[in-house]
Structure formats: structure tokens, C-alpha cells
T-cell receptor
């Protein structure tokens, strides 16, 4: 079974600075997808960024980018120019690309990011 | 705007009650999921469904059941609520296409307290 590990429960960043959130995963599969989700204090989870394992190029979405190291099974999220609205809980997640209709997301335990004004 | 709607944001129930948590999506998604979220434990999958009337156990199905009679609706049932089922419950949905893994669209969550 796949596992996702987010070893840091909390992080803090100064507004306008850059922060990197770490995530590692364990799998025997070669084809999969990785995700970062954000859960603001209002609670609704939203997708931040998505990475296909077969792509070597790291995904980017505006101020959010990932560092995907497939051999190391590492998938970190970098937030540039941090804003107060980035304060939230962030979850890393894994989904098999080959499990068919039964495929589901496996989540890490999350990391709480606070942004200092 | 596409949505996953959970019927209640906050719910307080008594021990032993039968509890229904409802989730409706308007995106014609095949897959629907129920997770519970607890501090320090992240999201844990309770049940999921990949088609109408189809269901699969997740990691923590004990004490729960589900129903999916229509594609858009996925209900989570606590047969006899207990205090250890006090938690945040999140519903999610995603499309299914062979060879593609989509992320989920989440509902806003239901904070259930069992007293």
C-alpha cells in the first residue's frame, strides 16, 4: 500500500518570503499522480497543484511550484512571495494511475502553514 | 460553478442515534468518497463508490455504512453513533476516465459532535 509522509506538522513564513513544504511517499508503482491540496480555515479543500509521475518537468501554478524527485520519492511544494491568504493546512496526496475505477487519493497528515505579516 | 454540497455544516447527535450525512455533487462524477479528518491523523478514507450502487470499504469502515442510489448522491450512515465518531467528515467526488487520475472536488465538510 502507498503511504504519504509529511514530517513537519507546522511551519511559519514571513509575508513576501518563500517557503517549502516537504512530502515524501512510498510506492512500488511507476505510474501515479501527486497533488497538493490547501485547506483554509473556512475548511473547503482546494487543489493547489498536480504532478504526473511520467513528466520530468516540475509543475507550476503562479506562485506555487513543486520539486518532484521521482527516484527519491519526494514531492515538495514551494510557495513564492507568500501572502496572508496562503495561511492554511496543506495536504500532500498520492493517486495511482493504474488502479482503474477503484483509484483513490492517499493523503499525508498535513502541515499547518502560518504567514507572519 | 461546480459543487459538492454537504447537507449540514454542524451536527450534534446523541450516542446511539442513527445519523445520516448527505453529499450531493452536480458534476456527473462517477467516483464519490467519504473521509474523516482528525487533528494529527490527516484524512482517512471511510468508504468510496465508483458507480451507482457500488461501494468499497476504505481504511476505517467500522461503524459506518454508505448508500449510493443515484449517481449524484452519496450518503454516509452511522448506524449507532458513538463519541469516538466525533469528527470532521469530508465528502469528495472525481470523474473517472481510464488512464487518467483526477484530483477531487471537496465539499465544505460536516462537523459532527456525538454527545
Amino acid at each position: 500500500a502507498q503511504t504519504v509522509t509529511q514530517s513537519q506538522p507546522e511551519m511559519s513564513v514571513q509575508e513576501a518570503e518563500t517557503v517549502t513544504l516537504s512530502c515524501t511517499y512510498d510506492t512500488s508503482e511507476s505510474d501515479y499522480y501527486l497533488f497538493w491540496y490547501k485547506q483554509p480555515p473556512s475548511r473547503q479543500m482546494i487543489l493547489v497543484i498536480r504532478q504526473e509521475a511520467y513528466k520530468q518537468q516540475n509543475a507550476t501554478e503562479n506562485r506555487f511550484s513543486v520539486n518532484f524527485q521521482k527516484a527519491a520519492k519526494s514531492f515538495s511544494l514551494k510557495i513564492s512571495d507568500s501572502q496572508l491568504g496562503d495561511a492554511a493546512m496543506y495536504f500532500c496526496a498520492y493517486r495511482s494511475a493504474t488502479a482503474g475505477a477503484n483509484s483513490k487519493l492517499t493523503f499525508g497528515k498535513g502541515i499547518t502553514l502560518s504567514v507572519r505579516p | 460553478d461546480v459543487k459538492v454540497t454537504q447537507s449540514s455544516r454542524y451536527l450534534v447527535k446523541r450516542t446511539g442515534e442513527k445519523v445520516f450525512l448527505e453529499c450531493v455533487q452536480d458534476m456527473d462524477h462517477e467516483n464519490m468518497f467519504w473521509y474523516r479528518q482528525d487533528p494529527g491523523l490527516g484524512l482517512r478514507l471511510i468508504y468510496f463508490s465508483y458507480d451507482v450502487k457500488m461501494k468499497e470499504k476504505g481504511d476505517i469502515p467500522e461503524g459506518y455504512s454508505v448508500s449510493r442510489e443515484k449517481k449524484e448522491r452519496f450518503s454516509l450512515i452511522l448506524e449507532s453513533a458513538s463519541t469516538n465518531q466525533t469528527s470532521m467528515y469530508l465528502c469528495a467526488s472525481s470523474p473517472y476516465r481510464a488512464g487518467v487520475s483526477y484530483g477531487y472536488t471537496f465539499g465544505s465538510g460536516t462537523r459532527l459532535t456525538v454527545v
